[in-house]
């Protein structure tokens, strides 16, 4: 079965961090292009990053010298580090197969005082 798995996340104070895992299955990770999109309450899907195949990764502006995608392919895991968290940074945070409609169940983060 393919399937995506997110977890990591939670409530964390403002400049706090969190690191949120992506355990895959069903599929060769290293292989695929995948991304990290969240959705803010209310709000539309934003991605926030994307690992492509030969480790390239990009970065929203919005994110950007903040988070940091990876990957462990002897894991078959995709991770985003979280540093430096905003309050507007709050949002249920998925992984994505890019190019199918395959998304894990999301994981919230929650940045608060």
């Known amino acids: 079965e393919v399937r995506l798995v997110e977890s990591g996340g939670g409530l964390v104070q403002p400049g706090g961090a969190l690191r949120l895992s992506c355990a895959a299955s069903g599929f060769n990770l290293s292989a695929s292009a995948m991304s990290w999109v969240r959705q803010a309450p209310g709000k539309g899907l934003e991605r926030v990053s994307v690992?492509?195949?030969?480790?390239?990764?990009w970065l929203s502006d919005s994110v950007k010298g903040r988070f940091i995608i990876s990957r462990d392919n002897a894991k078959n895991t995709l991770y985003l580090q979280m540093n430096s968290l905003k309050p507007e940074d709050t949002a249920v945070y998925y992984c994505?197969?890019?190019?199918?409609?395959?998304r894990g169940q999301g994981t919230q983060v929650t940045v608060s005082s």
């Open positions: 690992i492509n195949r030969a480790g390239s990764t």
């Open positions: 994505v197969l890019i190019g199918t409609s395959l």
